[in-house]
């Protein structure tokens, strides 16, 4: 699976749009990007992935460039529940879901602020 | 719908005994996975099952570690003579898809164990 590169921290505003970087050079063509994130002392929580288009959910909006180098996570109106480690994940999908194993990087440290 | 969930949410052994900790899927999903998750560190794969197929044990770490998957749901992840070393919180996902494509994994709140 691609490498992927994101900041390792960023503060956000209450109530302000959190966008959250993912640099993902190396991504091939049938590989798909996801995100997700997790609070402390919780279990990780997805929420959302793409492969070409833009995605959109209640949680979040996923911007994906036309070349598929890099994305954008944006938490629209963040909160300070928001407050988590924020990984971004290329991955490849095979038929039967065989070695769909997640390995998380370092990920974005997310302060969401009052 | 009802989550992932995992019992005990907390478990304290002395080293050298052994432990079990127990994942329920959300219903349907066929895919399950065991990770854990040592302090400040990322996530470690341990086992995972799908449908029938043999489990993939690539990510565990010693004979002492074991897991079962009753019926293609409950799991039971098993720890023998327990490390001080084993200490971390396992966590337990599933995944709904076995078809090309797509799919996410969901959470438990996982188990913190501690070895005294």
């Known amino acids: 699976d691609a490498k992927t590169t994101q900041p390792p921290s960023m503060d956000c505003a209450e109530g302000r749009a959190a966008n959250l970087p993912c640099n993902h050079s190396?991504?091939?063509?049938?590989?798909?990007v996801y995100w997700y994130r997790q609070i402390h002392s919780q279990g990780p929580q997805y929420i959302i992935h793409?492969?070409?288009n833009n995605e959109t959910n209640e949680m979040a909006s996923l911007i994906i460039t036309e070349d598929r180098k890099s994305s954008t996570l944006i938490l629209p109106h963040a909160t300070l529940r928001d407050t988590a480690v924020y990984y971004c994940?290329?991955?490849?999908?095979?038929?039967?879901?065989?070695?769909?194993?997640?390995?998380f990087g370092k990920g974005t440290k997310l302060s969401v602020k009052p | 719908g009802a989550g992932v969930s995992q019992s005990p949410s907390n478990k304290v052994t002395e080293k050298g005994k052994d432990v079990e900790l127990r994942c329920d899927p959300i219903s349907g999903h066929t895919a399950l996975y065991w990770y854990r998750q040592s302090l400040g560190q990322g996530l470690e794969f341990l086992i995972y099952f799908q449908g029938n197929s043999a489990p993939d044990k690539s990510g565990l770490p010693s004979d002492r570690f074991s897991a079962e998957r009753t019926g293609g749901s409950v799991s039971t992840l098993t720890i023998q003579r327990t490390q001080q070393e084993d200490s971390a919180v396992y966590l337990c996902?599933?995944?709904?898809?076995?078809?090309?494509?797509?799919?996410?994994?969901?959470f438990g709140p996982g188990t913190r164990l501690t070895v005294t």
């Open positions: 994940i290329v991955r490849v999908e095979r038929y039967g879901g065989s070695q769909g194993n997640l390995i």
């Open positions: 996902a599933s995944s709904p898809r076995t078809s090309w494509g797509s799919y996410e994994q969901y």
């Open positions: 793409g492969l070409k």
């Open positions: 190396t991504i091939s063509g049938n590989e798909y």
